[in-house]
């Protein structure tokens, strides 16, 4: 199946560090899952090429994934005006937000913590293959909520394991108030992310951001301070919050 997508870059979208669960083969065919799908995506041009089981659905699904409707002229005009951003934004143009599950953004953002992205998507994928059978599909909270530290530890997640299986089991137990989070005003929904274990505010602002579409959030990791350090103050030492 082919679907026009027009300012959007399906690599850049997707090697950006917002999600963790693609791999690209040696064809330049992205793998991965969409709403419980399983998928193969390939861009050529203004055409994003989709192979899955269930086109009409699937083809739903990967639209609002990667947000295909949302019109970012006016976005590009705003950050046009910046003589800093300018270059950036026409390199990367297309990179668009995608609209994560929550629960894999959660999980994922704390496995981030201290990490790379390289072993990110290892542990991810250990994740899949051990709850799912599967290098794709990522395991609901409850599955992981039944499981234990030590079996989280075996699959990579060092110290981490008892934040996210705090988080799994909170998340279960609770799925409908979590979920409510995305009808939360953005500093509400802030502080309850930062309840979890494990979650500072800048895992929260990711969380927010990729998995419940709060664009207010500006996550601030050790690149993007360096970088607004020296493209705004000029290198002076500021505070994050700053």
């Avoid at 910046?82 to 629960?103: F, S």
């Amino acid at each position: 199946m082919k679907i026009k997508a027009s300012d959007f870059n399906l690599e850049a979208t997707l090697d950006s560090g917002q999600v963790f669960g693609f791999s690209k083969n040696a064809d330049g065919i992205y793998e991965g899952a969409i709403a419980g799908t399983c998928v193969k995506l390939r861009q050529d041009k203004e055409v994003l090429e989709i192979e899955a089981n269930g086109n009409e659905i699937a083809g739903r699904a990967v639209r609002a994934y990667f947000d295909l409707d949302h019109d970012l002229t006016a976005l590009y005009g705003l950050l046009g005006e910046d003589d800093r951003l300018r270059p950036i934004y026409q390199r990367l143009k297309g990179l668009r937000v995608i609209r994560q599950d929550p629960w894999e953004a959660l999980a994922c953002f704390i496995i981030s913590s201290n990490n790379n992205i390289k072993r990110i998507r290892g542990i991810r994928r250990n994740l899949s293959r051990a709850f799912c059978g599967s290098d794709f599909h990522f395991p609901c909270a409850s599955d992981i909520a039944r499981s234990g530290e030590h079996r989280l530890r075996q699959l990579g997640l060092g110290y981490r394991a008892p934040f996210l299986l705090d988080a799994a089991r909170q998340v279960s137990a609770h799925s409908a108030g979590f979920h409510q989070i995305r009808h939360s005003d953005y500093e509400r929904a802030k502080g309850r992310m930062m309840e979890f274990s494990g979650v500072g505010e800048k895992v929260a602002d990711c969380v927010l951001l990729f998995g419940f579409q709060k664009y207010q959030a500006f996550p601030v990791d050790v690149w993007v301070w360096r970088a607004v350090r020296k493209l705004y103050f000029r290198n002076r030492k500021v505070s994050e919050k700053k």
